[in-house]
């Protein structure tokens, strides 16, 4: 299967499995119908177009359908897009099944659990833990399994629980340099922030957001969902009221989606903590397809910058 597509650059012929993971219907300037493909490998994905298609292409090259495509990469204002040469359904002959294709986490949902359950029995006051397993245990499956967004970071099966184990990590360290800040609260506020995304968003695979995403979003989920999980377990205490509000201002600004700012410390932690995971997690993935010296594409979400991979 080669190195995937990640590892092609631009001007190299393609010739690779991959799977549909969204199918966008439009029509070109000619009149004549289009479908933009994102084609998604192990190694990540990229845009391309299939021009001219039928009504039975647009029902064949849907979402989530494992394709075998030929074609090249090229550079399309900035950005990596792979021409088509050839595309074609997979059979039961290929000997590859879209579980194949599928990118996730690099640690085993078991390895990601077992570190987030340590971090949930270190912790001593008893209402925040209480609140937090009750709902890493209701959620459990789809937070194992769900990505942490459908573009951007973590965009990928298992992503969710893999960001919230990296920011764990860095909430440790950062409270071991700043001992007055309440470790509970930050580690409750790191496993809980984005919960409210397995009602968010559809699935694992060709995710989308769903109705209820796109009218409540995944900040006042979670907040309902403690809220919930406080009066179900008969728990009133102001750490619930506190946790709620780590999740209503871990975005930051009301202008990136945060109906409150952080006016707790350990609110503004955990929005360095939830940035930072998110930009370093972007600028990987964007320097993984480049060689050194050489600049990335520009990244949209990283203010259209490109970086720059030293030699050394």
């Known amino acids: 299967m080669g190195n995937g597509i990640i590892h092609y650059g631009i001007g190299e012929v393609v010739d690779i499995y991959m799977y549909i993971k969204t199918s966008t219907k439009a029509v070109a300037s000619n009149g004549k119908p289009f479908l933009t493909l994102i084609l998604c490998d192990k190694t990540g994905e990229i845009e391309a177009k299939l021009w001219d298609v039928s009504e039975a292409d647009e029902k064949t090259y849907s979402a989530e359908a494992t394709v075998k495509v030929q074609g090249e990469v090229q550079n399309y204002r900035g950005r990596s897009q792979l021409k088509i040469r050839n595309i074609r359904i997979t059979s039961d002959t290929d000997g590859v099944t879209k579980a194949d294709l599928i990118q996730t986490a ?146 930051g600004k009301a202008e990136w989606g945060s109906p409150k700012p952080p006016m707790v410390r350990e609110a503004e932690v955990l929005h360095y903590i939830d940035n930072m995971d998110a930009k370093i997690n972007m600028m990987d993935r964007a320097l993984e397809k480049v060689k050194p010296g050489e600049f990335t594409e520009r990244v949209f979400a990283l203010d259209n910058r490109s970086f720059y991979k030293p030699t050394f």
């Open 106 to 251: 690099p640690l085993s949902q078991e390895e990601m659990m077992e570190t987030i359950t340590q971090y949930i029995f270190e912790m001593r006051n008893p209402n925040i833990q209480r609140v937090t397993r009750h709902l890493i245990k209701k959620y459990q499956n789809e937070f194992l399994t769900f990505p942490a967004a459908t573009k951007n970071h973590h965009e990928y099966m298992s992503g969710l629980a893999y960001h919230v184990v990296s920011m764990l990590g860095l909430a440790k360290a950062i409270s071991t340099l700043y001992p007055s800040l309440n470790k509970d609260l930050l580690y409750a506020g790191v496993i809980l922030h984005d919960l409210g995304k397995v009602h968010e968003l559809s699935g694992p695979v060709s995710t989308v957001y769903t109705v209820e995403g796109n009218l409540l979003g995944h900040i006042t989920i979670m907040v309902n969902e403690v809220g919930k999980a406080a009066e179900e377990l008969g728990i009133e205490a102001e750490e619930i009221m506190i946790l709620k509000h780590l999740i209503l201002s871990h975005h």
